[in-house]
């Protein structure tokens, strides 16, 4: 059936875990991963409770396709309440400790409660310890990796961890997965650490035997295999480019946020795109680019592996930084690059690095950077603040200092921690900060491209792309071409990827299946692999479904309609689109939300009706 | 002509398919842990390597083998275990000087790549090509035969 | 030409077939001592843990197998040998002329001198025969006193608790498998067996056997220990009394050349009965183990038809052990050499024990428990001598990284 039928559930406070069945009745309603996990935390949670306290509840989660042979089967996610948006948090990443937790025989990893002191949780199959962890609190997630593998001495331990900004409190604390994969948003690292959890370390020997239909399972993920190779997306540009695929695409249409998203465009964009990784640097010959990768199953493999020109200023004598190591993302290279408008390649490599070192959100860490060098330039924040560094717009040094103070927490990284919407309130001027729901938004202007605007205001989980990356439509032609200047027709094409995205994102699978597949290619396969009957409808409806839960948990928790909406910089002329084929334009949010809330069956105040709960059996 | 796996690590992406399609082959489950073939990672390096038996010609698992249980596969050139013949004695397991029979404490058998009777899956399953089932005398793998002689006095007993 | 084969176990078994490969022709008899097929005393636990029958320890299965080959297998003891004659004396007085011999006699248990030795109810485990009469005595609840935790003693340890004996274990040595596993490793195997319920007395001697029902078995330490049945697993030697009469060196076993010849041109030894070179050392021993044997008797047999084209390098030690389900092994040196250095992990916890020994950036020895996966790479790297160059500090951090090395090393990989 694909379930393993187990949670486990780790009580911090007491220090005891315990194997529990897994809901199958919600399985049936809610999948996996997010989507199951999302209904856990809503059951067992408070939506009102303090994020960090030890009433907020952490979950780790699998999809019924991780761990199976279907193309990127290899996801989890940790759902939990985030310190950055007071929002449901719901963090996604690859690499392979999802798969190797449902290997050991485990759907779900419900964490509760705070323990007294530090530790960490080490599972093989059934097995499951706390261990004391005081020898690595304090440690990167690099170094508790390295630290982990050579305590048990097998290289097949999947680690997911903590860094040091979790543990000084950065409120976009990533969790971090074999070494460079992140569940990177919302600050579910910090919630993970206030929890004094340092990591998770996994071995799965078990593997999934319990596939439904095997032989047409393996029929399907075939078929579905194919499709992926012979798409262009999936099978020619994420392989070679990885997502930076788009950094030139995105700034030739006007749509690359620059600038702290003063500007749509960047002059610089092509020293830090996908193809500039693959030339050779002037400094050592080599390119930034080693190779791609993939994570767990996945045949796409759009991951980058990188280096450093070892001469390059950030790594003079930092030999640890020498190495390959996981390489730069599009938004990534966004936030570290064009936002600040640093077109230092390996620069902006070395902050990714630390960003995966010490674990920390680069969308954010990067958008904060750059909302604290306009403030730098306004004269708002000084050298007093910096500490003598010159935080201005372009400024490389700048941007790997930053991440140095982040990474540990030191000097003006504490204020750098607080995400661009706290920082920006504490030197009073929190019309600079780019976030909805005090999270920052990523590499899509709104200006440029109207429906990602929508979806980044009412993304559950604040902005963000992978919410409902109607990119796809508006920049790629996926499923159809539709035009970003326009906001008409954008309120179903975001419901339409709201809800597709998070069927996408309960079973297992990468979202970048999506460039290629549509629910009718997802649905087989969690039909051949899973009880009960699963179509692509039934799938459409389920993502329906988990989007309104997640509303009502924002809702309980306090957001409301005011919340829903855009910086003003976005939406007014004043600050419309300077250049490019976007200029004069600004973001009809505000036109667009009140019929997105009709087509999602909500009132005027945002809320679901009785009627759409019912109809969605909620 | 008989045929053999010829890897190219530098196709290899790390996405462990071969090893999915390999466990799911030869014992019905997703389960790297139970694949013939072994995909290496080098992190520092960024490279992954795929690994897996080379049907040595005179080979040294089916020489120690004490119950006669590794056999040849006069169609594929496969050292296949036999499971019925099998002690789980592992004799074997320290005998390839390559490391690529194991023992599966669960079953009490040992494990190795079989060529899945002349369609390994291993291949059909990698999306990059790295592994390929193509004419032997293509594949190098002489070379590591010869290596595999020279170190075990291997005699070219076919004489 | 004549070829005679004594010794009917896995070294005289490869003999012949590598034989045949080489010579289609010739005449090939093989001598074994016992009635049975030619067998392999290494299935003999599986045969007591009831996981096969008999037949499932032979060691080819094909029925007329030797026949097909045109191999002669005669089932006698040979008692003499006229090198000067090129002739074999055997138990029924017939006389064999060859023109090329293979001594691979193989070994026989020692017997500790201690009184009592030779009651009935005390038996090795050594043959099929052996093995009988061991299953007909070691019923569910009796009690079975092992002597000997050895590399024989060990492999015959789950079967004997497989079968439900109250198994007590006495080992002379201060751990168990003494010859394999250093001090730590040694003793985390006897902790493991305990955990079972395996009562292990190490650093304890048997020193008398007393006839009652059940036997009475004395320890050392006074006590005394009843026992439905005394296995004496505490070594082995060569089977050469019968070359007394003979001109053929020996020592502990047939002393050979390095094309596994012995002090007679016309004759070759091979497997526990000869006293081959060792790999790591140099030195020429008599191992005692399957691979071993296997080797001797591939190698030898070309020499024998090809007039010493292969010289033999020198046999890897090593020993794989399944202890209750704590998987053992052991490479070469893994003792250590003077001037190397090591890296040695342990998790006592886990059962988890990796001690690699370098002899400047090479591997010369391993030991291990808990580990299995892609153990055999140990010899690859041990016996090919590879430059670890930058891989050995890798492994001193890593040591479980040894396939990672061999790749890279081997390869050029990384």
Redesign the interface.
């Known amino acids: 059936m694909s379930w393993t039928g187990k949670i486990l559930r780790v009580n911090l406070t007491e220090g005891t875990v315990a194997a529990e069945p897994l809901n199958m009745q919600w399985a049936q309603q809610y999948l996996g991963q997010r989507g199951l996990a999302s209904k856990y935390l809503l059951e067992e949670t408070d939506p009102k409770c303090d994020p960090l306290g030890p009433d907020n509840k952490m979950i780790m989660a699998t999809g019924p396709l991780t761990g199976t042979m279907a193309a990127t089967g290899g996801r989890y996610s940790v759902v939990t309440k985030s310190p950055l948006t007071n929002c449901i948090a719901c963090s996604n990443s690859g690499g392979f400790i999802g798969a190797e937790m449902k290997h050991a025989g485990w759907d779900m990893i419900i964490f509760e409660g705070c323990s007294p002191t530090p530790v960490y949780l080490y599972i093989e199959n059934d097995q499951a310890e706390l261990v004391d962890a005081s020898e690595i609190w304090g440690t990167s997630v690099w170094h508790t990796d390295e630290w982990l593998h050579n305590k048990y001495q097998d290289p097949l331990l999947r680690i997911s961890a903590v860094g040091r900004s979790a543990e000084s409190g950065c409120l976009y604390a990533a969790i971090i997965n074999d070494l460079h994969r992140a569940a990177g948003r919302s600050g579910v690292g910090t919630v993970m650490a206030s929890k004094n959890l340092k990591a998770v370390a996994v071995r799965g020997t078990l593997g999934v035997g319990n596939i439904k239909q095997p032989e047409r399972f393996m029929q399907v993920v075939n078929e579905n295999k194919a499709i992926l190779a012979a798409n262009p997306v999936t099978g020619q540009g994420l392989p070679a480019y990885g997502t930076q695929v788009l950094m030139n695409v995105i700034n030739e249409i006007g749509a690359l946020p620059a600038k702290n998203m003063q500007e749509v465009q960047f002059d610089g964009a092509h020293d830090i795109s996908g193809e500039a990784m693959h030339e050779p640097r002037k400094s050592d010959g080599k390119p930034n680019l080693t190779t791609n990768a993939a994570c767990f199953g996945c045949t796409i493999a759009c991951g980058r592996i990188s280096t450093i020109a070892q001469g390059h200023f950030t790594v003079e004598n930092k030999a640890k930084y020498w190495g390959n190591s996981g390489g730069l993302e599009y938004e990534a290279a966004w936030a570290l690059g064009a936002d600040t408008e640093i077109n230092d390649l390996d620069a902006l490599t070395y902050a990714n690095f630390l960003c995966n070192e010490d674990g920390y959100d680069p969308i954010t860490f990067g958008s904060t950077v750059a909302a604290a060098m306009e403030l730098y330039e306004m004269g708002v924040i000084t050298d007093a603040q910096t500490g003598g560094v010159a935080f201005n717009f372009g400024s490389a040094e700048a941007l790997a200092k930053a991440a140095e103070w982040v990474a540990t927490g030191e000097g003006f990284g504490k204020d750098l921690a607080l995400g661009s919407k706290r920082l920006c309130e504490k030197y009073g001027h929190p019309e600079l900060s780019m976030t909805v729901k005090g999270q920052e938004f990523p590499a899509y202007d709104p200006r440029g491209i109207q429906g990602i605007g929508l979806n980044y205001a009412t993304s559950n989980r604040g902005a963000c792309h992978v919410r409902g990356y109607t990119i796809a439509s508006e920049v790629l032609g996926v499923p159809v071409k539709t035009d970003p200047l326009v906001s008409e027709g954008k309120p179903d094409l975001v419901k339409a990827f709201q809800d597709a995205t998070a069927a996408v994102d309960s079973s297992g699978l990468c979202l970048f299946t999506t460039f290629a597949w549509d629910m009718t290619n997802i649905a087989p396969q969690i039909d051949a692999a899973c009880e009960g009957e699963w179509t692509a409808e039934k799938l459409v409806e389920l993502g329906e479904r988990v989007w309104n839960m997640e509303r009502q948990y924002n809702m309980q928790a306090g957001i409301t309609r005011a919340d829903d909406t855009l910086p003003e910089r976005l939406k007014s002329e004043e600050g419309a689109a300077r250049t490019g084929p976007a200029k004069g334009k600004f973001s009809e949010v505000e036109k667009m939300l009140p019929e997105y809330y009709e087509k999602r069956g909500w009132n005027e105040d945002g809320a679901p009706t009785d009627e759409t709960l019912n109809r969605l059996g909620l | 002509m008989q045929k053999a796996l010829l890897i190219d690590?530098d196709k290899c992406?790390?996405?462990?398919?071969c090893e999915?399609?390999c466990?799911?082959e030869h014992?019905?489950?997703?389960?790297?842990?139970?694949s013939r073939i072994?995909v290496?990672?080098?992190?520092?390096?960024?490279?992954?390597?795929p690994?897996t038996c080379t049907q040595c010609s005179e080979a040294w698992c089916q020489?120690?083998c004490?119950?006669?249980a590794i056999t040849l596969n006069a169609d594929t050139g496969a050292k296949e275990v036999s499971d019925s013949?099998c002690?789980?004695?592992?004799?074997?397991?320290?005998?390839?000087?390559?490391?690529?029979?194991?023992?599966n404490?669960v079953t009490?058998k040992v494990i190795k790549c079989d060529l899945c009777g002349g369609d390994p899956k291993c291949v059909?399953?990698c999306?990059?090509q790295a592994i390929v089932y193509v004419d032997a005398d293509q594949t190098g793998y002489e070379k590591m035969r010869q290596?595999a002689k020279e170190?075990?006095?291997n005699?070219a007993?076919?004489? | 030409m004549q070829y005679i084969v004594a010794g009917a176990g896995p070294a005289g078994v490869v003999a012949c077939e590598t034989i045949r490969k080489l010579d289609k022709e010739s005449a090939i008899t093989l001598i074994g001592a016992e009635p049975e097929p030619p067998y392999s005393r290494m299935a003999i636990p599986y045969l007591l843990s009831e996981k096969i029958a008999e037949q499932g320890t032979f060691l080819r299965k094909t029925a007329g197998y030797y026949e097909q080959l045109n191999i002669k297998l005669v089932h006698n003891r040979v008692t003499g040998l006229n090198a000067a004659d090129n002739s074999l004396q055997l138990d029924n007085g017939e006389q064999l002329k060859y023109d090329r011999l293979l001594l691979a006699t193989g070994a026989t248990p020692i017997n500790p001198p201690i009184p009592g030795v030779d009651l009935e109810g005390v038996r090795h485990c050594w043959t099929l025969k052996d093995a009988r009469e061991i299953a007909a005595r070691a019923k569910t609840g009796s009690s079975v006193v092992l002597m000997g935790a050895g590399f024989i003693g060990c492999i015959i340890l789950e079967s004997l608790v497989k079968r439900g004996v109250k198994l007590t274990v006495v080992e002379r040595g201060d751990r168990m498998v003494p010859r394999m596993m250093d001090d730590t490793a040694g003793n985390m195997l006897k902790e493991w067996c305990e955990d079972k319920g395996v009562r292990v007395l190490t650093s304890h001697s048997v020193t008398a056997i007393e006839k009652s029902d059940p036997l009475s078995v004395i320890l050392d330490s006074g006590e005394r220990l009843h026992a439905d049945l005394v296995i004496s697993a505490t070594g082995v030697r060569s089977n050469i009394d019968f070359l007394q009469q003979s001109e053929l060196e020996t020592d502990q076993g047939i002393l050979v050349n390095s094309f596994l010849q012995t002090s007679h041109p016309a004759v070759y030894a091979a497997g526990d009965a000869a006293q081959g070179r060792d790999f790591s050392t140099g030195e020429f021993t008599v191992q005692a183990i399957q691979p071993t044997a296997v080797e001797h008797g591939r190698i030898a047999a070309v020499n024998m038809v090809q007039n010493n084209c292969l010289t033999h390098q020198g046999s890897l030690n090593m020993n794989v052990l399944d202890t209750l389900g704590l998987i053992s092994s052991s490479f070469g040196q893994w003792m250590g050499v003077d001037g190397g250095d090591a890296v040695c992990f342990v998790d006592k916890t886990r059962y988890k024990y990796l001690n690699l020994q370098f002899k400047d950036d090479v591997l010369v020895g391993i030991s291990s428990l808990g580990h299995t996966e892609n153990i055999g790479v140990a010899r690859g790297l041990i016996r090919g001598q590879l430059a670890l160059g930058k891989w050995k500090q890798r492994l001193q951090k890593n040591p479980e990284r040894l396939m990672e090395a061999w790749l890279a090393c081997s390869m050029g990989i990384a």
């Not at chain 2, 992406?13 to 398919?17: E, V």
């Not at chain 2, 290496?40 to 390597?49: A, I, K, Y």
């Not at chain 2, 592992?90 to 390839?96: D, E, G, Q, R």
Request: glycine letters at 8%; charged letters at 10%.
């Open positions: 690590p992406t790390g996405c462990l398919q999915l399609a466990s799911y014992e019905g489950v997703f389960n790297p842990s139970k072994r290496f990672t080098f992190h520092q390096e960024g490279r992954f390597v690994y020489q120690a004490p119950v006669d013949a002690v789980g004695c592992k004799v074997c397991t320290i005998a390839c000087p390559f490391g690529t029979v194991n023992y404490q009490g059909s399953a999306p990059t290596w170190t075990d006095n005699p007993a076919s004489a």
